[in-house]
């Protein structure tokens, strides 16, 4: 899924300023390095991840394990 999401950006990137990345923790860690001070990160898969994850809960519970060194952190 990964490749056909990476595969229809291009269409998209002339509309919106789309940066792709390869896995979740790549994703977080260019979300905390753009972000600012008192900004909200906000985790919202705009599709599947079968080829990635076992489920919603496994990937829920990485993204929980990738943030844990940042709570609290504004």
Same mark, same amino acid.
Not at 15 to 36: H, M, W
Not at 53 to 65: A, D, L, P, Q, V
């Given at each position: 899924?990964? +490749?056909? /999401? ?6 998209? *990137?002339?509309? %919106? ?8 923790? $790549? ?11 008192? +900004?909200? /990160? ?6 599947? *991840?079968?080829? %990635? ?8 519970? $990485? ?12």
């Amino acid at each position: 899924m990964i +490749n056909e /999401i990476k595969n229809t950006g291009s269409t998209w *990137s002339r509309i %919106l300023n789309i940066k792709i990345l390869n896995t979740l923790q $790549e994703v977080i860690d260019y979300s905390i390095l753009i972000s600012q001070k008192d +900004n909200i /990160i906000l985790f919202s898969p705009g599709g599947n *991840s079968f080829d %990635l994850f076992e489920s919603y809960i496994h990937r829920g519970n $990485e993204f929980k394990k990738f943030l844990d060194p940042f709570e609290g952190r504004s």
